[in-house]
Structures are given as C-alpha cells and as structure tokens.
C-alpha cells in the first residue's frame, strides 16, 4: 500500500464518502461510470489516497443525494 499522509479528519471524510455511496446503494464501478471517472478513482477516494477539491466533492454529494455539509461535519 501507498505511503499515505492521511490525517484523522481526512480518514473521517473518506469514510463518510464510503457510506453515503453504500447508503445510495451504488457501487464503486457504478459511481466511477457516473462521475465517468475510472473505478480506481473512487476507491482511493474512499481510502484518503485521493484528495478531493469541494468541486469534486459536490459532484459526489449530488450523485448520493447528501448536502456537501453531510462530508465536512
């Protein structure tokens, strides 16, 4: 595994991007189409290896039906 530089509020928010996209009842494969990003793009966002901008993060607030809020809290 990748050396990770992974704070504990980061670990946080990717974990909250994993359960929302569960709660959705989507798949990594699903999203990745959707977001027309490639399926290894999701699971290193949900793992905190990939940083997110708000850009990107809004884009996956409106797939699972989340307020941007629901990521940061």
Known sequence: MGRSIRTKEYQ????KLKK???EAGLTQVEVA???KRPQ????KSEAG???LDIVEIKKFAT???KDVNYFIK
């Not at 946080?12 to 974990?15: G, K, L, P, S």
């Not at 290894?40 to 699971?43: C, D």
């Open 12 to 15: 946080d928010f990717a974990e």
């Open 20 to 22: 929302a996209r569960l």
């Open 33 to 35: 189409k959707r977001l």
């Open 40 to 43: 290894s793009y999701i699971s």
């Open 49 to 51: 290896e990939q940083r």
């Open 63 to 65: 797939l699972y039906k």
